[in-house]
């Protein structure tokens, strides 16, 4: 089955960019998306990328996807202390079912 | 408006308790979800109803029983559960186009 990996852990200073790694297996997968969960709440949708595009922009975010590589990035620009949350990637296996990463805590610090 | 809610925000159970999560979304989705999150894990699917019919059953155990009412409604009735099944219980909904998932703020379960 797919699997889907990012690093446990990043921490930045206020202002920075933080850019947040996933790797999958699935070359098939067809919609990659980014998720945000704060202590305690539910997911948030943050930006989805098409399989066929290699880069979304969304304000502060940036998605770029490595099909050939099967990797996706998210780029924070001007990192702020209400992004410290947990990051997590998940891919579309089939129209019904989504695998998430292992997820990536991001502390950002003042 | 991307919402959708959950209720209760915090249950506490006993094994022996019969108890009901309830989800809604007035999005117009036609895929609706129960996932499973232990802490600092990513959330585990555990059913998926696609036109208010079952579709997707990760081989969930039996005192966990989902119900769909309507296409709006989803349903998590819980009887004689684990210590082990405390975690967060999220719902989510699809729109089906991009099939990018809508969550709710999830049910915390301590189950005593």
């Known amino acids: 089955g797919e699997d889907v990996e990012q690093s446990l852990f990043l921490s930045v200073r206020e202002g920075d960019s933080s850019v947040i790694n996933c790797t999958y297996t699935d070359s098939s997968s067809t919609y990659l998306y980014w998720y945000k969960q704060e202590p305690g709440a539910g997911l948030q949708l943050l930006t989805y990328i098409f399989s066929n595009m290699d880069m979304k922009q969304d304000q502060r975010l940036t998605v770029l996807l490595n099909k050939k590589d099967k990797h996706l990035s998210l780029r924070i620009a001007d990192t702020q202390t209400g992004d410290s949350a947990i990051y997590f990637c998940a891919v579309n ?4 079912k989504l ?3 292992t997820g990536t805590r991001l502390l950002v610090s003042p | 408006d ?5 209720t209760p925000k915090h249950l506490v159970m006993g094994m022996t308790n019969k108890k009901s999560l309830k989800c809604e979304q007035h999005m117009g989705h036609r895929a609706m979800y129960w996932y499973k999150q232990k802490a600092k894990k990513p959330p585990e699917l555990m059913f998926v109803y696609s036109y208010e019919k079952l579709s997707i ?3 969930v155990p039996s005192r966990f029983s989902p119900e769909c009412p309507n296409s709006s409604l989803l349903n998590l009735h819980l009887h004689a559960l684990q210590p082990e099944d405390s ?3 999220l719902c989510a909904s699809t729109s089906g186009s991009t099939y990018e998932q809508y969550f709710g703020p999830g049910t915390r379960l301590t189950v005593t």
Request: hydrophobic share 35%; net charge negative.
């Open chain 1, 99 to 101: 695998v998430f990463g």
């Open chain 1, 93 to 96: 296996t089939g129209f019904q």
């Open chain 2, 57 to 59: 059953n990760e081989s």
């Open chain 2, 87 to 89: 975690a967060l219980y």
């Open chain 2, 2 to 6: 991307t919402e959708v809610t959950q």
